[in-house]
C-alpha cells in the first residue's frame, strides 16, 4: 500500500460545522481509498440566527472564526497536502453571508465557498460508488438543519438533485412553508411512478444517530435501517421530554431536538416511496468533499 498523504475538508453547516481528514491510499491493485483519521464537529448552530434576524450576529460570527482557525491548525499539524471549506443553507440565506466569508479569510485565511443545495447533494451522491448499489433504484436525503437534498440514483449513476428548504432547524424555528412540504412530496411521488418503490440513502447526522439506536443490521456490506425500526425509535423518541431524550439515550442538547424533525422526513419520504429500508452510510458532505478533492488532485498521489 502506497501513502497518499492527508486531504481535508469543512462543511459549515446550518447545524454545525464539521472537519474532516482523510488518509488517501494507493492499494496493491492501484485503487485509491481512504480512511478517516480525523473528525471534529461544533454545534454553531448559524441557522438559529438566520432564521431568527436574517444574518449572522457578531457572536456566532466570531465563535464561527475561532472554529475554522481550530480546523486550519489541525490541517497544519497534520500536513493536510490541500483541502476545501463549504457553507451550505444558512450562509446561503444570511444576509451577510459574504461578509463573513470575508472576515473568515481575513482571519484565518481559509477561503469558504458557499454551494448551492444542488451541489450539496451532488457532492454527497458521489459515495455511491462506496455503497455497491448496483443497477437498483435508490433516493438520496441528506437531512440538514437548514434544508434537504434529494437525489435520484439509477442504473448506476446519479439523475438528479434537488434542494428544499426543509431542514429540522428551520423546521423547529417555524421558518418552513407548506408549499416547499408539497414540492418535495410532488418529486418523490414523481419518481415512485416513474421508477417503483424505491429504498432510501440517507445522509446527515440524525438518521445516523437513529441507526446507532436500532438494532444493528447490515445487507450487502451496508449498514441498513429498516422503516419499521425507524418509526419505533420515532415513536419512543418523540413520546419523550427534550431531557428525557438527553438522559434515556445519552443525546446531546443540538441533537435531542432535531432528531425529531428529521424522523418525520425521512418517514414521509420513505411512506411515498414504499421504502422498505434506508441505507445509512454514516459519512455526509464532508467526506464527498475530500472524494471530490482527490479526484481532483490525482496527480500530487
Known amino acids: 500500500m502506497k501513502n497518499g498523504g492527508y486531504y481535508g475538508s469543512i462543511d459549515i453547516g446550518t447545524n454545525a460545522a464539521r472537519m474532516v481528514i482523510k488518509n488517501i491510499y494507493i492499494d496493491a491493485k492501484g485503487q485509491i481509498g481512504s480512511f478517516k483519521v480525523q473528525e471534529l464537529r461544533v454545534p454553531l448552530r448559524l441557522g438559529v440566527d438566520v432564521f431568527r434576524y436574517g444574518k449572522i450576529q457578531e457572536k456566532k460570527l466570531s465563535q464561527l472564526i475561532d472554529t475554522i482557525s481550530c480546523f486550519s491548525s489541525l490541517f497544519n499539524i497534520y500536513g493536510v497536502i490541500d483541502y476545501r471549506a463549504f457553507a451550505t443553507s444558512a450562509m446561503r440565506e444570511a444576509s451577510n453571508g459574504s461578509l463573513a466569508i470575508a472576515k473568515i479569510k481575513e482571519k484565518t485565511g481559509v477561503q469558504v465557498s458557499i454551494i448551492s443545495g444542488e451541489q450539496e447533494a451532488s457532492t454527497i451522491s458521489k459515495i455511491a460508488k462506496e455503497l455497491k448499489l448496483g443497477d437498483d433504484s435508490f433516493i ?43 414540492s418535495m412530496k410532488k418529486l418523490l411521488s414523481g419518481y415512485r411512478s416513474k421508477y417503483g418503490n424505491m429504498n432510501i440513502v440517507g445522509t446527515g447526522g440524525n438518521i445516523n444517530r437513529y441507526w446507532k439506536l436500532s438494532e444493528h443490521k447490515t445487507k450487502k456490506g451496508n449498514n441498513v435501517l429498516s422503516i419499521d425500526a425507524l418509526k419505533k425509535e420515532f415513536k419512543n423518541l418523540k413520546s419523550l421530554s427534550l431531557s428525557d431524550r438527553m438522559s434515556k439515550y445519552s443525546l446531546k442538547p443540538d441533537r435531542a431536538d432535531v432528531i425529531i424533525p428529521a424522523g418525520d422526513i425521512f418517514l414521509l419520504a420513505a411512506e411515498i416511496l414504499h421504502s422498505d429500508y434506508i441505507v445509512v452510510p454514516m459519512i455526509g458532505l464532508g467526506d464527498g468533499i475530500v472524494d471530490l478533492l482527490v479526484q481532483q488532485d490525482m496527480d500530487v498521489i
Do not use: N
Not at 148 to 162: D, K, M, P, W
Open 140 to 182: 438520496f436525503v441528506d437531512v440538514g438543519g437548514g434544508s434537504t437534498e434529494i437525489t435520484l440514483y439509477t442504473e448506476g449513476t446519479t439523475v438528479a438533485s434537488t434542494s428544499f428548504p426543509l431542514g429540522t432547524l428551520r423546521i423547529l424555528a417555524r421558518a418552513d412553508k407548506q408549499e416547499s412540504w408539497d
